[in-house]
């Protein structure tokens, strides 16, 4: 078991302890220190929502087809202005470095996007992650908050079986299909596993492109044109229930999971030509965070990421949006959400990269 997976594990399961919901403070009155009357007229007077945006604008990642984005949202948008009371606006991108600027410009207010491009958000227009998405599977699958679920997840390296290549060192010189120059599962992360595989340098060593997205990554793989990717276990898993793909996935049917080398070469070569193979793992990635402007008011922020964590516990809407939010900083021995994500900073290094170049 790698160092990433020691150091997630041992927190994992604390995590549905800490999560349970947000503890409510009270307001005391005043003490009456001078034997006056204590200020209750004018602490009524103090707005809870002074400085609040009038309208709450959160980017997104347009993908393929933005205005699906926009309708899977619809939901999300709809709780929180329910929770906030405020005017809730959606916005896409056609890039991650794209959501990236409208936050650093305040063309918006908050973004989801990919957990490394969090990092560049940071880095450029002063995000604060305040909670962690977790989701679930194909739509075919009732969804419910799970409190066992991990807050990280896996990028899968992976060919069409029967296309002459049956382990990472046969990808020299082959094609290959990454995602987005910003996306962790779908180029940072499988490039980090190349080249800790033994590749210096994947961009020469393989004639490697963009595809655009996770499913045009995939398909570009099992339509042939391309001999292998890079993507995560959830886009495959994803593309096999919606009969887009076919893929040989893990006997369990389980995802984010350890698995040993002889696991992945058993399930590999018992997979028939034709469908969609693993050949390699990477280490967990933290999944993607909410993040916000940090220079927005605290008590805004706040109520921001209660309603976050507050959806575990609201059944209709975890079905509707098909996700909850969690905080495990605690439960991993962290001294806050951000630190979370320092596993990808140690990505970065490895890759001499520098996060504006992702822009």
């Not at 996306?183 to 595809?211: E, R, W």
């Not at 995939?218 to 339509?223: E, G, I, K, M, W």
């Given at each position: 078991m790698n160092r990433h997976w020691r150091n997630l594990a041992v927190g994992a399961a604390a995590i549905a302890a800490v999560l349970l919901g947000a503890a409510c403070g009270s307001d005391s009155a005043e003490p009456k220190t001078d034997g006056s009357t204590p200020k209750t007229a004018a602490a009524a007077s103090v707005d809870p929502k002074a400085g609040w945006p009038k309208q709450f604008h959160i980017g997104l990642f347009g993908g393929d087809d933005a205005e699906e984005v926009l309708r899977n949202n619809n939901d999300m948008k709809g709780y929180l202005e329910q929770k906030l009371g405020v005017e809730v606006k959606l916005t896409t991108g056609t890039s991650y470095g794209a959501v990236i600027e409208a936050m650093r410009a305040k063309r918006v207010d908050a973004m989801v996007v990919g957990p490394f491009s969090y990092l560049l958000a940071v880095q450029e227009a002063g995000a604060e992650a305040l909670a962690v998405r977790l989701g679930c599977g194909p739509k075919e699958i009732p969804c419910k908050a799970n409190p066992t679920a991990k807050p990280y997840y896996q990028s899968v390296v992976f060919t069409k079986k029967g296309s002459g290549v049956n382990s990472l060192a046969d990808l020299k010189g082959k094609g290959f299909a990454f995602v987005?120059?910003?996306?962790?599962?779908?180029?940072?992360?499988?490039?980090?596993?190349?080249?800790?595989?033994?590749?210096?340098?994947?961009?020469?060593?393989?004639?490697?492109?963009?595809?655009?997205?996770?499913?045009?990554?995939?398909?570009?793989?099992?339509?042939?044109?391309?001999?292998a990717g890079g993507t995560n276990e959830s886009n495959l898993r994803n593309l096999v229930a919606?009969?887009?793909?076919?893929?040989?996935?893990?006997?369990?049917?389980?995802?984010?999971?350890?698995?040993?080398?002889?696991?992945?070469?058993?399930?590999?070569?018992?997979?028939?030509?034709?469908?969609?193979?693993?050949?390699?793992l990477s280490d967990p990635i933290p999944s993607t965070p909410l993040a916000v402007r940090s220079d927005l008011p605290e008590s805004f922020k706040k109520a921001v990421k209660d309603a976050l964590l507050a959806m575990k516990d609201d059944a209709a809407t975890v079905e509707k949006t098909r996700s909850w939010y969690v905080d495990p900083h605690e439960a991993l021995g962290l001294k806050n959400l951000d630190a979370f994500y320092d596993s990808l900073r140690d990505i970065a290094k490895l890759l001499n990269l520098d996060l504006k170049s992702l822009e």
């Open positions: 987005d120059p910003a996306s962790t599962s779908g180029h940072l992360a499988p490039k980090t596993l190349l080249i800790k595989s033994g590749y210096a340098n994947p961009d020469k060593d393989m004639q490697t492109v963009f595809a655009g997205s996770h499913p045009t990554a995939a398909l570009a793989v099992y339509n042939g044109k391309t001999p919606s009969k887009q793909v076919e893929a040989c996935l893990w006997a369990d049917g389980k995802i984010s999971e350890p698995r040993t080398a002889a696991e992945i070469k058993k399930t590999f070569d018992e997979c028939p030509n034709g469908k969609l193979g693993i050949l390699a």
